[in-house]
């Protein structure tokens, strides 16, 4: 498995702030992803993260309200930029874990961002 | 495509088996995941099975792995009352990163 922590657990911000969230795993990995869950609904992937390279953001996502650093093996943050009402979600990153014949995703607690 | 879908409500009563339902469209899936989300907490990975497996067991829990449906379940045998969560399927697909798709959600309500 893999131990996940994330920082903040939760925040209240106020509209057209911006807000770091970091990301912390117990060893090294190559990929990180950072999803985004809004209220009540499913996982959605907002971007892939891999060391030395720019970030993979899916489709409706964009590097400009969603920046995102790799400075490390361990470690990520994500920005939620400019943030309004809408951006009030769930935030978790997670990894990849493979070997011993199994490939599976972890994920940290989650960040729980409320912006009004 | 890459719908992955789930009744979005499911009730029992404790002691009970309960089944959680998923069907998925991409045939190429490789593996295939239950998660268990509790109110206020993140993603908890519970089971997963190869796409080549029928089904896996892991004590109290079951998977049953239809391809030709391309129809998941999770079966939870003694449903207890710490069971409450959303219950997530997901799906990995070869190739790339390996982007793994989530379902829509299950929420299980144990009745005491």
């Known amino acids: 498995s893999a131990v996940i922590s994330q920082k903040p657990s939760r925040d209240i911000c106020q509209r057209g702030t911006s807000l770091t969230i970091q990301c912390q795993v117990d060893s090294q990995v190559t990929m990180m992803f950072w999803y985004r869950q809004q209220p009540g609904q499913s996982l959605t992937l907002i971007a892939t993260a891999n060391q030395g390279s720019e970030a993979t953001y899916e489709s409706g996502f964009v590097i400009d309200k969603f920046p995102i650093s790799r400075p490390n093996l361990t470690f990520s943050t994500l920005t939620v930029s400019n943030m309004s009402p809408e951006d009030s979600s769930i935030y978790l990153c997670?990894?990849?874990?493979?070997?011993?014949?199994?490939?599976?995703?972890?994920f940290g607690p989650g960040t729980r961002l409320l912006v009004l | 495509g890459e719908d992955v879908e789930q009744s979005l409500f499911l009730s029992v009563r404790e002691g009970d088996s309960s089944v959680i339902n998923c069907t998925y469209t991409d045939s190429s899936s490789t593996y295939l995941y239950w998660y268990k989300q509790e109110p206020g907490a993140g993603l908890q990975l519970l089971t997963y099975i190869f796409s080549n497996m029928d089904m896996k067991q892991d004590q109290r829990l079951t998977v049953l792995l239809n391809k030709k449906d391309k129809h998941l379940s999770l079966r939870i045998a003694d449903t207890q009352t710490g069971d409450s969560a959303i219950y997530f399927c997901?799906?990995?697909?070869?190739?790339?990163?390996?982007?793994?798709?989530f379902g829509t959600g299950t929420k299980l309500q144990v009745i005491p």
């Open positions: 997670s990894v990849d874990r493979r070997g011993e014949g199994q490939e599976t995703q972890y």
């Open positions: 997901a799906e990995r697909y070869p190739g790339g990163y390996q982007k793994v798709t």
